[in-house]
């Protein structure tokens, strides 16, 4: 690579609930994201799962390069295992000047796992200490930050940029380095500032092709904080409303994003940074009924992630035969750093898909939300598992929206010939050899990471 030392700076941008369908230039004619499309334009795209869908857990396997279960953080205020190697502390002993401005959301601080630099970070710490009375969250997104016996108010996504950019144009002389950038938005309370605010007030965005008015059935967490945003049932109304402020958090924090590739830029470091876009999972928005994230659809367990700079291909899209979860990024980007990973780390390097030499090596993707729902995958079929053995199979090479259960009861039942004969989308053996091949591949995971779900623990 043509960086010094060999190495390369690296710059990740991280969003909180961002899902793969609210860029532009991935085919979404209604929102406006032309720094995320030039990205895109100029570099590699995939859609890795994220396998435990909340925040803490999304992140926590970005730092550790382990699932949920190996890391320790599977919800809320649950520390990441001391023992495992994180990815700045990682860098930092190989070199890297480390700088983390924006959202963490994980135990401890950053200050305190590899970080060399923390700049507005945000919320006080759940687990450990570390709260400080100088962050104030008043329910927006406007928010007041004491930091160095300076005050900053101000959009998160402002007060997270501004240090960002700052720190690039300084960080000219001073190589490798790391900045871990993690956005708030387009989380909610989603109130972007204007003119973005009104972005999207006179535009009809149509509602997703699963929107439901409500979900089907109880899938074991209905009453979580997310899902209490809205009424019950969704009306179209409501979902529009919640698409507009969403779209207009994106297309503002694309516009920041924008500066931060501009600092590059002018900064001359572009051609010799390695830039990561992702998110740690998506939401429903009014998909299947649901507005949160608290769900093993794809619209919130998969997440769109860009790499883009040296050596890496443009304009590629690898979304549909890399498959890969969030904790393979570190494996990953090691291998590209010539950095030897460490034992703790449980990922797989999809380096060779990224090169386009080959594909991951995962055949099989299986994920976990709470002890309420499990999830396995493979090229083609997924199977989740509720409470009270209910459980869905689609097929997502014909049915990518998950809008047709393959294990829906009444397709088991034969329909008397008529003028309009009943034709199953597939015969029910092959339904039944799917779901019993998946649920093998799910039981043997679970056992693997000790899921305490199979010992009847919540």
Same mark, same amino acid.
């Given at each position: ?44 795209? /995939? ?38 190697? /994180?990815?700045?502390?990682? /860098? ?136 209490? /945003? ?229």
């Amino acid at each position: 690579m043509n960086t010094r030392d060999e190495r390369a700076e690296r710059l990740a941008d991280r969003d909180d609930d961002q899902r793969p369908d609210t860029i532009a230039g991935l085919g979404n004619p209604y929102i406006s994201t032309p720094n995320l499309d030039a990205l895109l334009a100029r570099g590699t795209y /995939l859609r890795p799962y994220t396998t435990a869908p909340i925040c803490p857990a999304a992140r926590a396997e970005i730092l550790t390069g382990g699932n949920s279960f190996s890391n320790g953080c599977r919800w809320f205020g649950e520390p990441i295992d001391p023992d495992k190697v /994180l990815l700045p502390r990682l /860098l930092r002993d190989n070199g890297y000047h480390c700088i983390h401005p924006g959202k963490w959301h994980n135990d401890g601080h950053p200050r305190d796992k590899g970080y060399h630099e923390t700049h507005r970070v945000f919320p006080p710490d759940l687990v450990g200490g570390y709260y400080r009375p100088g962050v104030d969250f008043r329910g927006t997104h406007d928010f007041i930050f004491n930091e160095d016996g300076k005050e900053a108010r101000g959009h998160s996504t402002v007060l997270i940029s501004a240090p960002t950019v700052e720190f690039i144009t300084r960080s000219s002389k001073q190589s490798p380095w790391f900045c871990y950038v993690a956005f708030h938005s387009p989380h909610d309370p989603r109130t972007a500032p204007q003119p973005w605010a009104s972005m999207y007030r006179d535009i009809n965005i149509p509602l997703p092709d699963n929107f439901m008015p409500e979900h089907p059935f109880d899938n074991g967490d209905m009453l979580v904080r997310d899902e209490s /945003l809205a009424p019950f049932p969704r009306t179209p109304e409501a979902i529009e409303r919640h698409l507009r402020d969403c779209y207009a958090m994106i297309s503002h924090h694309d516009h920041h994003i924008g500066r931060i590739l501009a600092a590059l830029d002018a900064t001359g470091q572009a051609e010799r940074t390695l830039i990561l876009f992702t998110s740690d999972h998506g939401l429903a928005i009014g998909s299947h009924g649901l507005l949160g994230k608290e769900n093993l659809y794809e619209h919130s367990v998969r997440i769109p992630m860009i790499w883009s700079g040296p050596e890496i291909q443009s304009g590629r899209r690898i979304d549909e035969t890399c498959l890969s979860t969030h904790y393979d990024l570190m494996p990953t980007l090691l291998e590209r750093l010539r950095i030897e990973r460490p034992g703790t780390c449980e990922g797989l390097s999809y380096g060779a898909a990224l090169n386009g030499a080959g594909q991951t090596a995962r055949t099989t993707v299986c994920a976990a939300y709470r002890g309420c729902m499990r999830m396995a995958r493979d090229d083609r079929f997924k199977l989740i598992e509720y409470p009270n053995e209910r459980s869905q199979l689609f097929d997502l090479k014909e049915d990518a929206n998950e809008a047709r259960d393959l294990l829906a009861s009444w397709r088991r039942v034969h329909v008397p010939h008529s003028r309009a004969p009943f034709t199953p989308v597939m015969p029910w053996d092959e339904v039944e050899a799917i779901t019993n091949r998946l649920r093998k591949t799910l039981r043997e995971w679970q056992g693997a990471v000790k899921d305490p779900i199979l010992a009847g623990a919540a």
